[in-house]
């Protein structure tokens, strides 16, 4: 049975939303950028069009679903007041409070993704540590499990380019997921991954820990323009070894790009290197390889404004062997991320790629910092 205090504290969640969001500027920049779009000229330039069109799709998503939370708490008070009258059950009310909580919080949880490259989409390069086969297998299964999560948030996600394992498993592997939203929720995922189980690969049947690190870089759009100079970058074919029917074995689709550059981190001469098998179309795979490149260079200037500003997120952990950021222990049953003292028992779960209450913990406590 819920209380008195907990409805009000719904509405003050709601109160401070509207003040956080700013509801009644966005309510006031909207009706401005809309009329931008009413001009006789507005789609002579298609790109600025797009990007105008973009951001009023922002501003009305805002306040859309500020307006449902709003009206969520609205009935919330009512049921409470029906309720009282017996003109509804407790358990009625109950799951009435538990959806408007649920809303609050989705919102509360949006609100950490402020910076410009959280809105895009993400790419992942999932990469399995030493240990063999047993590492190779726990690297197919972070996969699985990234793939799993994004079905349920509608995104569609590609694998773009994947080096088997010699036995089992994947020695790497790079997921291009369109969606919006998707890098800022994902780049919670950065890290190194430890896995601690009886390992089917191992005769003796002994308890081995396994890493992979998990990279996700924002993946970039038309809206954001990113130089590559042509004279330093080359091109490699070769035949692709994944789907694509016969024509795999004949033609040398997959492509691979190097781009060297200085690079804005670290200010010294590095390179960057990209592989795409995902078409059957040499064309396409250069296309996108282009895209993936400019979406790690675009990162790597994110990196340094965050440098500069000395704003860089807190409790971060760098990708390396000694710094795992969540461990999954499936024989304990538990999955823990170090970074929050988030975990849950649910491992089967969990590798389905219900990962949200990660997500949502690491933002909360992690989104407002940055």
């Not at 895009?120 to 190779?136: D, H, M, P, R, S």
């Not at 694998?159 to 997921?175: F, H, M, P, R, W």
Request: charged share 30%; aromatic share 8%; with cysteine.
């Amino acid at each position: 049975m819920i209380t008195t205090d907990q409805i009000k504290d719904a509405a003050a969640r709601a109160d401070a939303l509207e003040r956080y969001l700013d509801i009644e500027g966005k309510k006031i920049q909207l009706e401005e950028e809309e009329l931008k779009t009413q001009a006789p000229e507005f789609w002579q330039d298609q790109k600025k069009a797009e990007a105008q069109m973009k951001l009023v799709k922002g501003l009305k998503f805002w306040i859309e679903r500020y307006t449902a939370v709003r009206n969520a708490v609205q009935e919330l008070q009512l049921a409470y007041d029906f309720y009282k009258e017996e003109a509804i059950s407790e358990q009625e009310l109950d799951s009435t409070y538990a959806q408007t909580v649920a809303q609050i919080e989705d919102l509360e949880m949006r609100n950490m993704l402020r910076r410009e490259e959280d809105k895009l989409g993400a790419v992942i390069k999932i990469a399995a540590g030493a240990g063999g086969t047993e590492a190779q297998d726990w690297g197919q299964m972070l996969m699985r499990m990234y793939l799993r999560w994004c079905e349920k948030q509608g995104y569609k996600a590609e694998i773009t380019n994947i080096l088997e394992g010699d036995e089992a498993g994947i020695k790497s592997v790079t997921i291009q997921v369109e969606g919006d939203y998707a890098y800022g929720y994902l780049k919670s995922e950065n890290g190194v991954h430890r896995l601690v189980r009886v390992s089917p690969y191992n005769a003796q049947g002994k308890r081995m820990t396994s890493f992979a690190s998990v990279f996700v870089v924002p993946l970039i759009d038309d809206t954001i323009e990113i130089e590559i100079n042509p004279a330093n970058l080359t091109w490699d074919t070769f035949r692709s070894s994944g789907a694509g029917g016969q024509n795999v074995n004949k033609v040398e689709t997959g492509v691979r790009c190097h781009y060297t550059f200085t690079n804005p981190v670290t200010g010294q001469p590095d390179e960057i290197v990209i592989e795409n098998t995902e078409s059957r179309s040499q064309l396409d795979n250069k296309d996108n390889a282009l895209r993936l490149l400019k979406s790690q260079l675009y990162d790597l200037e994110l990196e340094k404004r965050r440098q500069e500003t000395a704003k860089v997120e807190a409790g971060k952990k760098k990708i390396e062997w000694g710094s795992q950021i969540r461990s999954y222990v499936f024989d304990d049953r538990r999955v823990k991320d170090h970074r929050t003292d988030y975990q849950t028992s649910n491992v089967g779960a969990v590798m389905d790629g219900d990962i949200d209450g990660f997500i949502k913990t690491y933002l909360m406590q992690f989104g407002g910092e940055e």
